[in-house]
């Protein structure tokens, strides 16, 4: 390795975090440690400076105006696309449609993807570990169109039981629907290998990978993924916008799920025709600004290196996990081979919630509760886990004050 390689491949955290301007608050009196990452991440300086700009030099409806400001709001709404288009591997960033967020990109395949091509008796094939929002709108779909939804169980670390696959996957799957990596336990699945067997029976895969585009480098064709769905506000841009990617051929044969501005060729009373792909589905103002910031921050992500950053964070993961199972009394849930971002867990005696006020009043910001994934708390047989989630910023010593303050509940409750 040359000089200049093994400069760039130390990973320098303090320098990342000096970029954060929030990280350099307190709560309760104590700096603030901030370990609710996979909830929402905080913002760097550059991405608030690309909202900042936009407002103060470009603010203007895209896609409408002839006039200067317009088309430059275009552009740089059209520039996020591109930075979506980066992160997952896309050239073609017709197949890059913006969304609210996972959830809406799920909703749209399912309200338009679901509700044109599922019918009685087929099934929807899910994880034991899908977030509410890839849960929900495949019922919604099933409840109309008479489909059933067959589950992947999860084994006792939280991962895919092994074979189950092999025997839920089957003839009548027209969807398989699965989370590149688990919220509540980190799991990473192994997407690849679970798309093949879809695919074998020629269903359509979609992926959220609202938890992996923070952490793990994407490339939808190697991943096997037809759909693939993100937020922006988990990968250091702002709330109110994320992205879809879709299958060309996926989205062109697709019916628009809303109608309005933006989305038509031409309208009359008696016949209106769509846009092509992705304005069909994008109708309605949209969050322009957000794409701006999304595309800052991709570019920043981007260029700190996936890789790097998954690296950095794996060894935090390793080392909270560790002084995690130091404690008495806690048990991590969530022990698959293969983890990202998010230690999960519970201290006998003490409620979730208990643990995350005390821990407030210390200045540790982590989530407790069900994570919007009770079909996990159910399987573990727990109402709720204390979780800690890790960003680029995260450091060694956010860990050690994260485990400080959980040794003082730890000792208040075991008295
Ligand atoms: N999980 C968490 O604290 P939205 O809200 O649309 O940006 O993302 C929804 C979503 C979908 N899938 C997964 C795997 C997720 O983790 C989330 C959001 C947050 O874990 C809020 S519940």
Redesign the pocket.
């Known amino acids: 390795m040359s000089e200049l390689a093994v400069e760039k491949s130390v990973y320098d955290a303090d320098a990342v975090r000096a970029q954060f301007p929030i990280l350099h608050r307190e709560v309760h009196g104590k700096p603030l440690v901030y370990l ?1 990452n ?3 991440t905080q913002k760097p300086q550059v991405v608030i400076d690309a909202l900042d700009d936009y407002y103060s030099r470009l603010n203007a409806n895209v896609h409408r105006g002839v006039h200067r400001l317009s088309q430059e709001a275009t552009d740089a709404y059209e520039y996020g696309r591109k930075a979506v288009g980066r992160l997952l591997g896309v050239d073609d960033d017709r197949q890059i449609v913006f ?8 909703n749209l395949v399912a309200m338009s993807w679901g509700m044109a091509n599922l019918g009685e008796g087929d099934e929807i094939v899910l994880s034991g570990m ?5 849960i929900v709108p495949w019922q919604l779909v099933a409840q109309a169109k008479g489909a059933v939804i067959k589950v992947l169980p999860i084994g006792d670390d939280g991962a895919i039981v092994p074979g189950a696959a092999e025997d839920i996957i089957g003839p009548r799957t027209k969807l398989l629907g699965i ?6 336990l980190g799991t990473i699945n192994p997407v690849r290998e679970l798309a093949d067997l879809a695919h074998a029976q020629g269903a359509v895969v979609l992926v ?5 585009a923070p952490h793990v480098a994407i490339d939808v064709d190697a991943l096997g993924a037809d759909f693939y ?1 993100i ?4 990968i250091y841009a702002p ?1 109110g916008i ?1 992205a879809l990617y879709g299958k060309a051929e996926l989205l062109e044969a697709m019916p628009p799920w809303q109608g309005g501005g933006e989305m038509i060729r031409s309208v009359s009373f008696e016949k209106t025709t769509y846009a092509p792909i992705p304005a069909k589905f994008e109708a309605g103002t949209p969050h322009i600004a957000g794409a701006v910031g999304l595309g800052a921050a991709i570019d920043w992500l981007l260029d700190l290196g996936l890789d790097a950053v998954a690296a950095h964070e794996d060894a935090l993961l390793a080392y909270a996990t560790e002084q995690l199972l130091a404690l008495p009394g806690v048990r991590i849930i969530g022990t698959a081979p293969h983890k990202a971002g ?1 230690a999960s867990f519970v201290v006998d005696g003490a409620h979730p919630h208990d643990i995350g006020t005390f821990l407030d009043m210390a200045g540790v910001a982590i ?1 407790t ?1 069900h ?3 009770q079909p996990v708390m159910t399987h573990f047989g727990i109402p709720a886990t204390a ?1 800690a ?1 890790f960003a680029a910023y995260n450091t060694r010593s956010d860990v050690d004050a994260l485990i400080k303050a959980l040794g003082r509940v730890i000792e208040v409750f075991a008295r």
């Open positions: 609710d996979a909830a929402s969304t609210r967020g996972t959830t809406e990109a799920i899908e977030h509410h929002s890839n989370t590149h990596v688990s919220n509540a959220d990978g609202a938890q992996a769905a937020s922006g506000h988990k709330t994320g998010v989530r509760g994570h919007c994934a979780r989630s």
